[in-house]
């Protein structure tokens, strides 16, 4: 029996609330399952307690039988500590579009622009203050 720990989804529309569960991957997402294992509330802030909670030894006793764990969840069991982070790679995700490519390259001129005229405006002033002493 192929085992997977991954989410089943309950609670009404557009308020999820979903279970930690062990199941036969064969079987729907929301459907029967072998042993539940936590819950997850994403509706509640991050640093909540109850936000994420699991039975960390029923974890580990299934992935001990061979289960896989889902992307979500390992992302649980990294920060709860029990697995090693994997390192991902999304370069994508630090590049803004571009409108706000071009936003930022006006602003940048805007900004080297005004720090010429105030490198000339400060010129002028230090010479007459030299020229005073």
Known sequence: MA????????GSKKRPFYRIVAADSRMPRDGRYVEKLGT????LPKDSEERVKMDVERVQYWMGQGAQ?????SRFLEAAGVIEAKTRNNPQK?????????RAEEKAA????AAEA???AEAPAAEEAAAEE
């Open 110 to 113: 805007k900004a080297a622009e």
């Open 118 to 120: 105030a490198a000339e």
């Open 94 to 102: 630090a590049v803004p579009g571009k409108k706000a490519q071009e």
């Open 40 to 43: 997850y509330n994403p509706l």
């Open 69 to 73: 764990v889902t992307d979500r969840v």
């Open 3 to 10: 085992m997977k720990i991954r989410l089943a989804r309950g």
